[in-house]
């Protein structure tokens, strides 16, 4: 069974443009979480998808959106980047159902560079 | 409301023990461990949940104390494989369905 892929791997932008990550599950697994993974802060949530609905979202500014399309597929979108922003985002796949009680399989990350 | 992790970095011979502790100041749902190898993603170890009920790993051993809102995660005979950081993510009764991780324990397993 294939993992959970994230493209592109690695990404440089400058200051105020805006970048589109793209993440595709675990065939069948219809719940995408996204993650913003810095050194200084840890793993942090960004949102949940569940079924092209957005389930939960983290403490991000608005300029962080997500998606998720009807194969389950998903992309998160960052608009006007800062500095700041530079980290690896992760996204991870689960089955479904609550998050409580489920794992999830986590993609290689997208590692995003603001310059 | 994010978990906090003890120890921040533990650095061990082969085949010593070592455990991880993970706290939160709220009540708890779940209790998940993931390992992050360097330059990997996180992969699951195990989750604990409130009532007693555990999945995961059979060589990994946690404990789950949900009346002190505390898990612990035990390493024992640590092997090289075992480096990595490790991070506990919680999920709160009452709250929101969003699993919230502490910051990591770094593991440096040394022959």
């Known amino acids: 069974k294939a993992g959970v892929t994230q493209t592109p791997r690695y990404l440089i932008k400058t200051r105020g443009q805006q970048v589109t990550l793209s993440c595709s599950p675990i065939?069948?697994?219809?719940?995408v979480s996204w993650y913003q993974q810095t050194p200084g802060q840890g793993l942090q949530f960004l949102f949940e998808?569940?079924?092209?609905?957005?389930?939960n979202k983290g403490n991000f500014p608005g300029r962080f959106s997500g998606r998720q399309f009807s194969n389950s597929r998903s992309e998160m979108n960052v608009s006007t980047l800062e500095l700041g922003d530079s980290a690896l985002y992760l996204c991870?796949?689960?089955?479904?159902?609550?998050?409580?009680?489920?794992?999830?399989?986590f993609g290689p990350g997208t590692r995003l560079t603001v310059l | 409301q994010q978990p906090v992790q003890s120890p921040q970095a533990v650095i061990l011979r082969e085949g010593e023990d070592a455990v991880i502790n993970c706290s939160s100041s709220?009540?708890?749902?779940?209790v998940h461990w993931y390992r992050q190898k360097h330059g990997e993603a996180p992969v699951f170890l195990m989750i604990?949940?409130?009532?007693?009920e555990q999945k995961g790993h059979d060589k990994i051993s946690a404990s789950f104390n949900e009346k002190k809102q505390q898990s612990s995660l035990y390493l024992t005979a640590s092997q090289l494989s075992y480096s990595g950081t490790y991070f506990c993510?919680?999920?709160?009764?009452?709250?929101?369905?969003?699993?919230?991780f502490g910051k990591g324990t770094k593991l440096t397993v040394n022959p």
């Open positions: 709220k009540a708890l749902y779940s």
């Open positions: 604990l949940l409130k009532g007693g």
């Open positions: 993510g919680t999920y709160t009764q009452g709250g929101s369905e969003k699993l919230v």
């Open positions: 991870a796949s689960s089955i479904g159902g609550s998050g409580r009680i489920g794992e999830q399989f």
């Open positions: 998808y569940f079924s092209e609905t957005q389930r």
């Open positions: 065939s069948g697994h219809r719940s």
